[in-house]
């Protein structure tokens, strides 16, 4: 049985891992954390949304951070301190923009391939992730908003997802919680929602019941291919220990740059800081007054999840600011007062703040696929879509993996849709 490690144990190391031991691989994950899913899988918006599939390689997205960018509590925020990373990426970022139309469509077809293997995956592993197929209704509030989201749907169609133009009466109708003056929305009745942190949890659990060996509290240190195998240095307390594979698979979200760098292959992801808070519902008026259809505010760049009976997230906004992890209250504020002015009737009494760095590629893509030593493969870089592409991107890694490295197990696999790697 050929041996393969999964570096990374958030939403798409776990994916993998998973993908590879269905496909008879003998698998060992390792993740620095105690536990899978603590850092960029932890606390999400929650939306498994093909409608959010439209990639920010736009000049509109240009415009806005430069207008944005002195205000503390603008959806997008760039600090414009230089660095030689930050500087490659957007110069790779703005080579990428006449590839927008092609990378949005691209994106919207892998996301509604992906729901039907996540789908498939908590049902035959008996995960309860809180999923919720309400639909994602996305509000805007000027014409100009409303008629660029008329084209963005032109080229979801094109990728294969419906989603239908409403009125402020049929949002009301759609969503009757919901407080204040729209021009419009559009409602993609085949999005969903659904708790990141319980699903990969959940997931993990599966992968160990399948025999991979899940390694937490392993620290990196280093990781090599003479392209023949591949090693993985981790360190515990004083001690470190080398382990060797047939073959590895990054999947290490914002660490993945530097690891694909001691691994000779360029991996240019940047970290792009998002913030969510969790709303506790405590009480029967506010979880009356909680949405229960996932939103999305177009002006604002927030998303909602209702999560159970009991908790609401509302999550978002975009801060090129390196791998600052920092909490800043100046950020958090937004989503509360958003929350207070769209849902009046939910207590914001009991909030819990969270941050999170999503790993962006500059062409709004995940790299899937190989390196350059045969014996290397990624599976990161899904920036604001880890949790609406994972099933996807892992089932095509592990296709990438069987179709290089073959394996001695018997175990039947699952069919798997043939894609082209992004």
Wanted: charged fraction near 20%.
């Amino acid at each position: 049985m050929k041996t393969i490690a999964v570096i990374g144990g958030g939403i798409t190391g776990v994916t993998t891992a998973y993908a590879l031991a269905r496909r008879g691989f003998s698998v060992t994950l390792f993740e620095k954390q105690r536990y899978a899913a603590m850092e960029t899988s932890f606390a999400n918006g929650g939306q498994l949304s093909a409608s959010n599939a439209e990639v920010w390689t736009h000049w509109s997205t240009i415009l806005k951070g430069l207008k944005w960018m002195l205000k503390s509590d603008a959806p997008l925020l760039l600090n414009p301190k230089p660095s030689w990373h930050k500087i490659s990426w957007f110069c790779q970022f703005l080579a990428a923009m006449p590839h927008y139309e092609k990378n949005t469509i691209e994106t919207a077809r892998l996301a509604i391939a992906a729901r039907e293997h996540l789908f498939t995956w908590a049902e035959r592993e008996g995960i309860d992730f809180d999923l919720k197929k309400q639909g994602i209704l996305h509000i805007y509030r000027d014409q100009a908003g409303f008629e660029h989201a008329g084209k963005v749907s032109q080229l979801l169609a094109k990728g294969g997802l419906e989603r239908r133009a409403v009125t402020p009466d049929e949002m009301h109708a759609i969503e009757p919680t919901l407080s204040g003056k729209f021009y419009g929305g559009y409602f993609t009745e085949s999005d969903s929602t659904g708790d990141i942190h319980k699903f990969t949890s959940g997931l993990a659990a599966a992968c160990e019941r399948l025999g991979v060996q899940c390694r937490y509290d392993q620290e990196i240190v280093a990781v090599d291919s003479d392209g023949k195998r591949a090693s993985v240095t981790v360190r515990q307390g004083a001690d470190t220990e080398t382990s060797t594979f047939d073959a590895m698979v990054v999947c290490a979200g914002t660490a993945s740059r530097a690891l694909a760098n001691q691994l000779g292959d360029s991996v240019n992801i940047y970290p792009v800081k998002g913030y969510s808070i969790t709303v506790n519902l405590l009480d029967d008026a506010s979880r009356a007054a909680a949405p229960v259809v996932s939103l999305l505010d177009d002006e604002t760049k927030l998303v909602t999840s209702r999560l159970g009976d009991s908790r609401f997230r509302v999550a978002g906004t975009a801060e090129f600011n390196g791998y600052n992890k920092d909490i800043r209250a100046d950020r958090i504020r937004p989503l509360i007062d958003w929350v207070q002015q769209c849902f009046p009737g939910v207590s914001t009494r009991s909030v819990v703040p969270w941050a999170g760095l999503r790993p962006m590629m500059p062409d709004m893509l995940p790299r899937v696929g190989r390196g350059k030593k045969p014996c290397v493969f990624y599976n990161t870089g899904h920036g604001h879509l880890g949790w609406t592409l994972s099933a996807i991107t892992a089932d095509m890694v592990g296709d990438v993996v069987l179709q290089s490295m073959g394996s001695t197990s018997k175990q039947s696999r699952p069919s798997t849709l043939t894609t082209a790697s992004a």
